[in-house]
């Protein structure tokens, strides 16, 4: 006799409220992850139709079936925009999505930062999006607030031209994470509360322009633009403080709370985002990102177009 399924009718119910009074509701089969870090509530479940699903503090990060949306959008435009990327510093991104897709490139490292141990270790255990990424031999993970990754990293730069000895991070995989410049800086954080606030601040994108070598693109998540979040804009502003040229980009992200997911990208040096090498999408699988696509990206609707106008204009 065959064991009965359990029908999405009889499974409990995941509720996340946006703070503009609307939500998303998820059915769950069961809750694989209930841990409280030193830096937040770790939730990961079963979901009854999506797959698995990664909340930190309540808030969905990751929904399994939805995720491909948002980590592809966030890695390859950049990677592609940039004609040789060989060095990838993710900042946030301890599920693992953001590192596996950065490794479907041909770099020769890519370093994580993640401010939590217990994402890393939770996700690579009970969500298992990373594909091996944590394991693969370009990988660099070091467990450290992503604003003083970077603040260390440029107080080691001028050490190291006085002729002094470096500072060195904490890292799984021996010491110095925090030297060297990059092709590419990926902020995959979450919203802009608590640690993570200084990841959206002027200082932040100051320091990260001056770890990008001479060619270099930082991009960031930065919340919903429809309905249009402070969050987003806020972001914009202070990356154009910053950087000689910006780029929005949006995409619907399945599982977040909002329809439509805002990215913005600051660019340093010669290098364009939206004329790029779309031929060098071949052989990468994805499940969201391609050609046909990619111009779509830099679509903005009217509202947030004249929202990004005002604050170019100050």
Not at 16 to 25: D, K, M, R, S, T
Not at 83 to 108: A, Q, W, Y
Not at 168 to 181: D, I, L, P, Q
Not at 188 to 214: C, M, N, Q, W
């Amino acid at each position: 006799m065959e064991e009965k399924e359990e029908s999405s009718s009889e499974c409990e119910e995941f509720i996340e409220w946006h703070p503009e009074g609307y939500g998303i509701c998820i059915k769950i089969r069961r809750k694989l992850v209930d841990f409280m870090s030193e830096f937040q509530h770790i939730e990961i479940y079963e979901t009854a139709n999506f797959g698995k699903m990664l909340v930190l503090d309540g808030a969905i990060q990751v929904l399994e079936a939805g995720e491909a949306s948002y980590h592809e959008t966030l890695v390859h435009p950049a990677m592609l925009a940039h004609p040789r990327p060989e060095s990838v510093l993710v900042i946030g991104g301890g599920d693992g999505g953001t590192l596996r897709e950065v490794l479907k490139h041909d770099v020769k490292k890519a370093t994580l930062v993640e401010i939590d141990p217990a994402v890393v270790e939770l996700c690579r255990e009970f969500l298992r999006i990373d594909n091996g990424s944590f394991e693969d031999a370009r990988t660099e993970i070091c467990f450290e607030d992503g604003f003083e990754f970077l603040r260390k990293a440029a107080e080691c730069e001028k050490e190291s031209s006085r002729g002094e000895k470096s500072v060195e991070s904490r890292s799984v995989r021996g010491t110095g994470c925090n030297s060297g410049k990059y092709d590419v800086i990926l902020v995959d954080s979450t919203d802009p509360v608590r640690h993570a606030r200084g990841l959206f601040s002027e200082e932040f994108y100051a320091i990260a322009f001056s770890a990008l070598k001479e060619n270099g693109i930082l991009v960031t998540q930065a919340g919903s633009i429809f309905p249009l979040s402070s969050n987003f804009l806020n972001a914009y502003y202070n990356m154009k403080a910053v950087f000689p040229r910006i780029e929005a980009l949006s995409a619907p992200v399945f599982g977040y709370a909002a329809p439509l997911w805002g990215f913005i990208a600051g660019i340093k040096g010669n290098l364009s985002m939206k004329n790029v090498d779309l031929s060098r999408l071949r052989g990468l699988k994805l499940r969201f990102y391609n050609a046909e696509m990619h111009n779509t990206l830099f679509f903005m609707p009217a509202f947030v177009r004249e929202a990004l106008a005002r604050i170019q204009r100050q």
